[in-house]
């Protein structure tokens, strides 16, 4: 059956404003590629190390008239999780959004300073969902970003906010004959105490200026997409209680003039379809330009994989841009089923949707 998107309550979709430019820095994600062209006209990115910060030589050595080196340890390294850096403008002014921040705090500290990143402009972190490769490396960000606000001086600017969907579960983890346990997800508390204001809401809003649009809970409509196999969280009584669906997760997106919606997913437990379809609900009207981020399709069951392709290709995406979790497989299947269609996700690298 076809695909109808639904017209429940348009007039409660607060309305995002137009965005003249959109760049996307990947800080964390599961592989790096500092050498493949984009393989999409819509998408740039530095290609054969070109993106790679440089560094000047050792005072007082000579190498044949080279000022710059290029050093290994100035590479991004890969990481299991993912953190998006998003900058858009709009009539000139720019805004600065982290899409989740990796799994460790050490992750995020020497990826942005290995890339040489200027964190002071990061003005909201939103956290997809609470697992901890998304929000392991949300305090050392946090103190990044309000650390680099102090060194400017004379420029008084708020604090970092850190949006949060309020029910956060103690522990998450996953039931393989007994329960395996993830680290805690950073709590309220010491995300305030690092230096941000915390922000809870588990309603659709907008943010900076109506730039970025953060979604409810996303419904699961599909019949294929079921969460996380074996999810479990821990309880205050104690115990571990079934937790597949992961419904704290949430979208952000943008909507790039002349092209469309932009749609950011962390880790796709909605399922990759479900989140292609609510968000082009929210945009009421705007015409879905691209999914960047987890389709979480690695352990996918092959039917899934084809349904998965089948339903996201019948919302006809200008690009793809998958990454972390998506896994090598969908990637292979996109680009076999829709031919030119992606532009892979790869961590220390800086896309230009053009
Ligand atoms: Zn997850
Ligand atoms: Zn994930």
């Not at 607060?14 to 062209?37: F, G, K, R, W, Y």
């Not at 709590?187 to 922000?199: K, Q």
């Not at 929210?282 to 389709?295: D, E, H, K, Q």
Request: with cysteine.
């Amino acid at each position: 059956m076809a695909y109808a998107p639904s017209t429940e309550t348009p007039s409660a979709i607060p309305q995002l404003a137009e965005v003249d430019t959109l760049t996307i820095h990947a800080i964390v994600n599961d592989e790096i590629d500092q050498i493949s062209p984009s393989p999409h006209p819509a998408v740039r990115h530095p290609q054969s190390f070109m993106g790679a910060p440089l560094k000047p030589l050792p005072p007082g050595e000579q190498r044949g008239g080279a000022a710059l080196q290029m050093r290994m340890d100035s590479l991004c390294c890969g990481a299991h999780g993912l953190s998006l850096l998003i900058t858009v403008t709009k009539d000139g002014k720019s805004h600065s959004l982290l899409f989740d921040a990796g799994p460790e705090e050490a992750v995020w500290e020497r990826n942005v300073t290995r890339l040489g990143l200027d964190p002071s402009g990061i003005e909201r972190i939103v956290l997809s969902h609470w697992h901890r490769d998304h929000s392991g490396g949300i305090l050392s960000a946090v103190r990044m970003i309000e650390a680099a606000k102090k060194d400017l001086s004379g420029v008084e600017r708020e604090k970092v906010v850190v949006d949060l969907y309020p029910d956060r579960p103690d522990y998450r983890g996953v039931m393989v004959q007994q329960p395996i346990s993830l680290e805690a997800d950073p709590s309220f508390a010491e995300i305030e105490d690092a230096g941000a204001t915390v922000f809870k809401s588990g309603d659709v809003h907008t943010a900076l200026d109506d730039t970025f649009l953060i979604s409810g809970a996303i419904p699961r409509r599909t019949t294929y997409e079921g969460g996380i196999r074996g999810g479990i969280r821990f309880t205050p009584e104690g115990n571990w209680e079934k937790d597949e669906l992961i419904m704290d997760e949430r979208l952000v997106m943008c909507n790039l003039k002349g092209r469309g919606l932009v749609v950011f997913t962390g880790c796709s437990h909605a399922g990759v379809v479900n989140v292609a379809r609510h968000a082009i609900e929210l945009g009421c009207g705007v015409p879905f330009y691209t999914l960047v981020g987890g389709y979480h399709l690695a352990d996918g069951a092959p039917e899934k994989l084809e349904k998965s392709l089948e339903d996201l290709r019948a919302l006809k995406p200008h690009v793809l841009m998958p990454g972390h979790c998506t896994g090598w497989r969908f990637k292979v299947a996109i680009e076999k089923e829709m031919p030119g269609c992606m532009a892979p996700i790869f961590g220390g690298t800086k896309y230009e949707l053009i």
